[in-house]
């Protein structure tokens, strides 16, 4: 029984480690998804090109960028004179989430080395830290799923770029085909297969109904921060037992 639990403890200190192989596996769980991502890259492509990007810069904003719904925001504000403090608070408002994100893997990101922690982090997404995070919560290695899921994305995500401004007006409104709602369907499957109890229930509804309530009232793209530092705050408030 000692052993059993001793094992238990050593495996628990390792979840920071991740290998070639593991980053490999992270890849191919996320390849069916990152289907859809072309999708989307396709889109973006065709929307840059409507707005007058030169192709070479398309693709570069994607491959540095890597932020599909701040991409999609910028267009909405290019033209002649780039309003740059405007773009620089939209993007960071829209993606302010990934702190939290940061956040929540911190305990295991500090035992990496600096360099090889935000190499981990320059792939983040929305996608990939759920499954990492599902990992850790069952005591399960996760920055290789977070690295290999990542560059899975990432790469789909130039490719759809590239065909989109390729091939012109491929897909003009994914909205219409229900495209926009691949992301959102797959982290609410994240949710429902997560724990079940009183405290993450409370979590999610507050995070919910202030999302709901910022996206009703204030200005575009809040409703993604107020709703992560609603639900964060009570998080870090009504702590979990151990």
Not at 66 to 71: D, E
Not at 171 to 191: A, E, N, Y
């Amino acid at each position: 029984m000692q052993g059993n639990a001793q094992q238990i403890i050593d495996d628990s200190d390792r979840l920071h480690e991740f290998s070639r192989r593991d980053v490999w596996n992270g890849f191919t769980q996320l390849v069916p998804l990152s289907l859809f991502v072309v999708i989307f890259g396709i889109a973006f492509g065709v929307a840059a090109v409507q707005t007058g990007l030169e192709p070479f810069s398309i693709v570069l904003m994607s491959t540095l960028v890597f932020a599909g719904a701040s991409q999609f925001a910028t267009l909405e504000m290019w033209g002649t004179h780039v309003p740059l403090l405007p773009v620089l608070i939209t993007v960071f408002a829209i993606n302010a989430r990934h702190l939290l994100m940061g956040a929540t893997l911190y305990p295991w990101l500090r035992e990496l080395p600096t360099a090889k922690r935000y190499g981990v982090m320059l792939f983040a997404s929305d996608a990939n830290w759920a499954l990492a995070l599902n990992a850790f919560g069952n005591k399960k290695p996760g920055l290789g799923i977070l690295l290999g899921g990542g560059f899975a994305l990432w790469s789909f995500w130039i490719v759809g770029t590239w065909l989109g401004f390729y091939f012109g007006n491929a897909i003009t409104d994914p909205v219409s085909l229900g495209l926009d709602m691949v992301m959102g369907c797959f982290l609410l499957s994240m949710v429902a297969v997560g724990p079940k109890n009183l405290r993450v229930f409370a979590i999610w509804s507050v995070a919910a109904v202030s999302s709901l309530l910022a996206y009703w009232y204030l200005p575009d793209n809040m409703h993604v921060v107020v709703g992560a530092l609603a639900g964060g705050t009570l998080g870090a408030i009504w702590m979990e037992k151990k």
